[in-house]
C-alpha cells in the first residue's frame, strides 16, 4: 500500500512536471516519459493533467527522441508479441480499403507468412475486423497459442488487437475528447506502438492522402510516412512505407461484405476495377520486397493466376472458423437502390469522405465506438474519375434501407461532372 501511494506521488510529481516542461517548449526525458505513460496507465495521473500535457504536446510539438521514447513507452504497456519472421502491414485508413483482404492472402500464398492484428472501423474509415466478420462463423477472437499456431501451418492469422499497446488506447480516447488528435507525433508513436507491440519483423505502412484520408495534404502524408518509418526501424522493424490516394473510395465496393465480394473477385482473377488491382499488387510486391523474396514481381503474379493466393484466403477462413463456400456468395441486403447521374459529361471526382458518410448513414460503419454494424449494406461506386457519363447512367447502387434518400443525396453530392474531359489521378503518389 505504501508502494502505491509512493508510485502515485512520484506519478503525480512526473506528470506535472512534464507539464511544466512541455509548456515552455523544452525537451522531455526518456524516464519522464515513461513515468508518466505508466502512471497513467496504472490509473495514478488523472485524465486532466494528462489532457493538459497532450495538448501541451499539440502546441509544442514533440522531437524525434521524445516521439521514440512515447512509442517504446506505450509499446511496453501491455502483451507483447514476436513474429520476426512475419511481414504484416498497416493503412492509416479509408474508404473501401480491401488491401488487407486481397494483399495478404498473395504474400502468405508466396512464403511470407503473416501475423496481423486488427481494428474495428470507425466513422468513415473501416476495419479489416468488421469486413472478416461479414464471413458467417469467422473468429477475430483467437488465443496467443492459437494464433501462434496458425501463423506457423497457414502462414496467415488475423485477430482482433485486444490487448496491445494499453497505454495507447487510453490516450487515444482522451485525445479525441480533448481536441488533440491531429498531432504528427502523436499519431506516429500511436501508431507504432501496436505494431512494436504486435512484434511482425517486416512491415509496410499504406499511407492515405486526400479527402476521405486523415492526411489530406502530399506535404502532411509524407511527414507521416517518414516518422513511421523511422520510428519503426527505431523499433527493431524493417519498414517502408507507400503514399496512395484517397480521394475516391478504392475500387467499387464500400460495405463490409461487399468489400469481401469484391476481394474474392479479385482474388479470383474476375473483372475489378484497376485501382484495386494494382495497390493490391502493389502492397503484395513491396511487402515481399521487405522480406527479401526474390522476383517479388513475379511471384505475384504466379499466385494469382495459378489461383495460390485464392486458396489461401479460403484456408485462412476455414483456419478461423469460417465458412470458406460462402466466400462465393457472401449474403448483402436485398434492397437495391440505382443513383442516376444528373447529367452527361465527365466524372471530375468521387469524393471518398461523402461516399464514405452515405454507407455509414446506411449502417455499414459506427458514428461512435460500440454501434453495431450492419455487415451486408453498402455503396457500390461505378464510375471513377475521367469516366464519361450520360444523364440517366447508374453511377452508384445503394445497398440498404436506413438513411437511404440521404445515403443518396451525399453520393450525389460526391459526384463532380465537368464538361471537357477529365484526368484519372495515380493511385500510387509515392514511395520511402
Ligand atoms: N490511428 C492510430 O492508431 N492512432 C492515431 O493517433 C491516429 C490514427
Not at 502462414?155 to 504528427?184: C, W
Not at 484495386?276 to 503474379?301: F, N, Q, T, W, Y
Request: charged fraction near 25%.
Amino acid at each position: 500500500m505504501a508502494g502505491n501511494k509512493e508510485d502515485a506521488a512520484r506519478s503525480g510529481s512526473a506528470v506535472l512536471e512534464a507539464i511544466e516542461l512541455k509548456k515552455w517548449g523544452g525537451e522531455l526525458s526518456e524516464e519522464l516519459v515513461r513515468e508518466v505513460v505508466e502512471g497513467y496507465t496504472g490509473g495514478a495521473v488523472p485524465d486532466y493533467q494528462m489532457s493538459a500535457l497532450l495538448m501541451a504536446i499539440f502546441v509544442r510539438g514533440m522531437s524525434y527522441g521524445e516521439t521514440l521514447a512515447l512509442t517504446a513507452a506505450m509499446a511496453a504497456s501491455g502483451a507483447r508479441y514476436s513474429f520476426p519472421e512475419c511481414v504484416d502491414k498497416h493503412s492509416t485508413g479509408g474508404v473501401g480499403d480491401k488491401i488487407s483482404l486481397t494483399s495478404l492472402p498473395i504474400v502468405a500464398a508466396c512464403g511470407a507468412p503473416v501475423a496481423k492484428l486488427s481494428g474495428r472501423g470507425l466513422g468513415t474509415t473501416g476495419g479489416t475486423v468488421d469486413k472478416l466478420e461479414a464471413i458467417p462463423g469467422f473468429s477475430v477472437a483467437l488465443t496467443e497459442d492459437r494464433f501462434r499456431r496458425q501463423v506457423e501451418s497457414v502462414g496467415l492469422a488475423i485477430a482482433e488487437a485486444g490487448d496491445v499497446a494499453p497505454a495507447d488506447k487510453a490516450i487515444y480516447a482522451l485525445r479525441d475528447a480533448t481536441g488533440t488528435v491531429d498531432s504528427l507525433p502523436l499519431i506516429g508513436s500511436s501508431i507504432v506502438s501496436k505494431k512494436a507491440a504486435t512484434g511482425a519483423g517486416h512491415l509496410l505502412y499504406d499511407v492515405k492522402q486526400g479527402s476521405g484520408a486523415f492526411m489530406k495534404s502530399t506535404q502532411e502524408a509524407h511527414e507521416l510516412a517518414s516518422l513511421l518509418v523511422r520510428l519503426s526501424n527505431d523499433s527493431g522493424i524493417r519498414a517502408s512505407a507507400l503514399i496512395t490516394d484517397m480521394d475516391e473510395p478504392l475500387g467499387a465496393a464500400i460495405g463490409n461484405a461487399l468489400e469481401v465480394r469484391e476481394s474474392v473477385r479479385f482474388l479470383r482473377g474476375e473483372e475489378t476495377p484497376g485501382d484495386l488491382s494494382e495497390m493490391a499488387r502493389a502492397v503484395a510486391v513491396h511487402l515481399l520486397e521487405i522480406k527479401g523474396i526474390p522476383d517479388a514481381e513475379g511471384a505475384v503474379e504466379r499466385a494469382l493466376s495459378s489461383g495460390a493466393a485464392f486458396e489461401k484466403l479460403r484456408e485462412f477462413v476455414a483456419a478461423q472458423g469460417g465458412d470458406a463456400r460462402a466466400l462465393e456468395d457472401l449474403p448483402v441486403s436485398g434492397d437495391v437502390r440505382e443513383v442516376a447521374s444528373p447529367r452527361s459529361g465527365y466524372v471530375a471526382g468521387f469524393g471518398a469522405l461523402g461516399v464514405g458518410r452515405a454507407a455509414l448513414a446506411l449502417g455499414a460503419g459506427r458514428e461512435k465506438k460500440g454501434d453495431r454494424v450492419d455487415p451486408g449494406v453498402g455503396v457500390e461506386v461505378l464510375v471513377k474519375t475521367g469516366d464519361g457519363v450520360e444523364e440517366g447512367q447508374t453511377v452508384a447502387r445503394i445497398y440498404g434501407t436506413r438513411n437511404a434518400d440521404g445515403a443518396e443525396a451525399m453520393i450525389l453530392a460526391s459526384l463532380g461532372i465537368s464538361d471537357g474531359p477529365t484526368r484519372r489521378p495515380p493511385v500510387i503518389l509515392g514511395s520511402l
